[in-house]
């Protein structure tokens, strides 16, 4: 099975700077059928389910502001929010599809300093 | 619109039987794969397994299988997460999700709201 690590667990960062998440699979979710990353990035705020952000690794989901982008491949994959903004306070979870099961990342929560 | 609704939170005690459901809406249900994701108190997400509507095949992790039933009944767009015998540590909220595309490599959008389950003596 496919294990998903994300580093840091945690991250405080001030109003406006760049945040960065990195996410770590224990082999490769690059399937090379299509060329294509099985790798999704959602967000999750106190009491609500998760909220899609990213999919193929790349693609921004339908409606996510554009400080949030998506970047990796293989095994090695990074969240970046270019300009943080108080809405962004949340945790952060990677997910690979490559195959089942499926799993998640442990999380990164997101604080303001 | 797609949706999914879950049922109410529930409490029980250890040792009883839970059925908890998501009803679909909005889209084919028999074509879309649904899955169960735990979260238990303060802790991350956890893929429990996926179920196929159009003819209930079902893929379990290996951490959930033998210790919870996923099942589906298309006939009115609903799936099913089930316990035969309730743990304290089963005590976590449940979140049903619709993977968005065809096929059982995907991605879930959207979710449903969520059953906070509760197993305490």
């Known amino acids: 099975d496919i294990v998903m690590t994300q580093s840091p667990d945690s991250l405080a960062m001030s109003l406006g700077e760049r945040a960065t998440i990195n996410c770590k699979s224990s082999?490769?979710?690059?399937?090379?059928?299509?060329?294509?990353?099985?790798l999704a990035w959602y967000q999750q705020k106190p009491g609500q389910p998760p909220k899609l952000l990213i999919y193929?690794?790349?693609t921004r989901e339908s409606g996510v502001p554009d400080r949030f982008s998506g970047s990796g491949s293989g095994t090695d994959f990074t969240l970046t929010i270019s300009s943080l903004q108080a809405e962004d306070v949340a945790v952060y979870y990677c997910?690979?599809?490559?195959?089942?099961?499926?799993?998640f990342g442990q999380g990164t929560k997101l604080e303001i300093k | 619109e797609v949706q999914l609704v879950q049922s109410g939170a529930e409490v029980k005690k250890p040792g009883e039987s839970l059925k908890i459901s998501c009803k679909g809406s909005?889209?084919?249900?028999?074509?879309?794969?649904i899955g169960w994701v735990r979260q238990m108190p303060g802790k991350g997400l956890e893929w429990m397994g996926i179920?196929?509507?159009?003819?209930?095949?079902?893929r379990y992790s290996p951490s959930f299988q033998g210790q919870v039933t996923i099942s589906v009944d298309k006939s009115i767009n609903t799936a099913y997460l089930q316990w035969s015998s309730l743990k304290a540590s089963d005590t976590a909220m449940y979140y049903c999700?619709?993977?968005?595309?065809?096929?059982?490599?995907?991605?879930?959008?959207?979710w449903g709201q969520g059953t906070l389950v509760t197993v305490s003596s």
């Open positions: 999700a619709r993977h968005r595309d065809f096929g059982e490599l995907n991605w879930f959008d959207p």
């Open positions: 179920i196929y509507p159009g003819d209930s095949d079902t």
């Open positions: 082999q490769s979710v690059l399937h090379s059928s299509n060329n294509k990353n099985y």
């Open positions: 193929w690794a790349s």
């Open positions: 997910q690979h599809y490559y195959t089942t099961p499926q799993s």
């Open positions: 909005g889209y084919s249900f028999p074509s879309y794969w």
